[in-house]
């Protein structure tokens, strides 16, 4: 790496700085403190957990709120949690390795992601120090379990569509709230709601709701698809009396809370996802070794072969990614000063600044585990769709994940218009760029740094980062104003920045385990990044091309984009098939994920 290393780094930046400007965390730097972390949360979940799984899934009063009580004994749920109010204060990295290792069952996985995600987090970054004594204290340690009551009927993704109203009482120290939240996670135990709400019909403002408030009620609990033991119920409001102090941050400005939340949201999902994707992975590999057919164990199949290695293909760059993230938000609090009475809401606030990064965690995350558990279910064959096999339920389970915390699809448009929003604000110097790689496909680009055996690996992904650039730079040309009615350009555009960040994130860990173990150790995360790198440029350099040819209109217009396009991104030569093979015999040896 350079060393033009900053303290903090731009939301999005990565899009415009060459691979080699920054250094990345990786999971193969993890310390001592934090495979101690790691494995409390493993123990936890395999000992205290799974073997209540049954139990968990049929919905057995009180198992997954003792569950989450003992992890608070455990110091599980107070990681990010300041000392101030109880907690360990941890940092985004320590955390995700806690998020992923509490995976074995979905339904508790959800409920835990829940508690310490988005029901701690408005309280941490927004409240008052006496708010904090009061509630976030007990939440801490599982006394008090929480919720997040956002989501309202017809609303949808549409956060800010909200009908549930507030209004002062007459002696100024109620507000009264009546409505409606659906949807609500841990809505049948939660002691405390983060709930949304517009004071006199227009200033949407975030409340800190008790269970036992007068006017406070759950409705029934939701039958859902997957994720059968985790409590999902309707939050009725009728003429609730909420104190005045009870206000979470400024009055009109609840979306801010809102969408500081979710970012957390996305990023802690894709942390749960990449736990998940382990545990299928664990799953599948033993399976297909032992089950028989043909007078063979079938992981001697080269179609089933090809399953393990797409599904640790997909399961390491997604690795990459979080930790990548994770670190990042972690160097960034580095630079605040910790004495500081804002501290907290400072510390949050890189949230919003790295929201694309976080949209990419969770579309990543979610999309990479719906790939692995279509893998493993395939790979047991009849057996993965009985329900006595747990790849059943991790099917179920997984496809709440590309609707939770904004379906992808609107991820896909914050992806795409944050990204061109900072453009034309010049909070990126996007246009820039944009300007440099149209002068390059005149003067040619520059030749590639040397990598060694990654050397055109590292050229792809800059390839593919110019190819998001000029693929949005052509999009704002042909439609200016009218861009974000283009939702189908915008998802192509947005699906460049998020490959690109996930095979950069890939392609830097591989260069670094070279740099710190040598090219042996690295030979695996060398391989997933060749095969990845190949089969992504490949396929989004035919979207893309299929997309300018719509934009083109005429064929004149699209011979000048075509060539332009086989400029930018060249066909890569690889033999993904002997790479692939290579991936899944190591997996197969190590009965697991494991690079």
Known sequence: MSGNEQSVVKGAGFLLEPIGTRDIFIPEEQNEDERNLAKLASDFSINEV???????????????????????????????????????????????????????????????MCHTGIAMLPLR???????????????????????????????????????TSATLSKDGKHYILNGEKVFITNGGFADLFTLFAKIDGEKFTAFLVERNFEGVSTGPEEKKMGIHGSSTTPLVLKDAKIPVENVLGEI?????????????????????CLGSCKRLIEKMIPYVKERQQFGKPIAEFALIRDKIATSALVTYMLES??????DMIDKSIGTLDRSSADFDTKRESFLKEYAVEASIAKIYGSEALQIVADEAVQAFGGYGYIAEYDVERFYRDSRINRIFEGTNEINRLIVANTVLKRAMSQELPFMQKLQEILG?????????????????EVEAVEQMKRLAVYVAGVAVQQYADQLENKQRVLALIADLISES????????????????????KASIAIAMCKVGIAEQMHQLSNRARQALMNMAGETKEFEKYAKALDRIAPTLFVNTEELREKIALHMLSKNGYEI
């Open 50 to 112: 799974l073997p209540k799984s049954d139990e968990i899934e049929a919905k057995k009063e009180g198992v997954i709120p003792g569950l989450l009580k003992k992890a608070g004994e455990l110091g599980l749920l107070m990681a990010e949690v300041s000392e101030k109010y109880g907690g360990l204060q941890l940092g985004k990295v320590p955390t995700t390795f806690i998020s992923e290792n509490l995976t074995h069952q979905g339904s508790f996985t959800v409920a835990f």
């Open 125 to 163: 970054a927004f409240g008052t120090d006496a708010q904090k004594q009061k509630y976030l204290t007990k939440l801490a340690t599982g006394e008090w379990l929480g919720a997040y009551a956002l989501t309202e009927p017809g609303a949808g993704s549409d956060a800010l569509a909200h009908r």
């Open 252 to 272: 009109g400005k609840g979306h801010r809370i809102a969408f500081n939340v979710l970012n957390l949201g996305r990023w802690k999902l894709g942390a749960a």
């Open 321 to 326: 990614l979080v930790y990548r993230f994770a």
């Open 440 to 456: 390059q496909l005149k003067s040619g680009f520059p030749p590639a740094q040397d990598y060694g055996e990654l050397t055109h």
């Open 501 to 520: 960040y996930a095979l950069e994130s890939g392609v830097i860990r591989a260069l670094k385990i070279v740099r710190l173990s040598g090219n042996e």
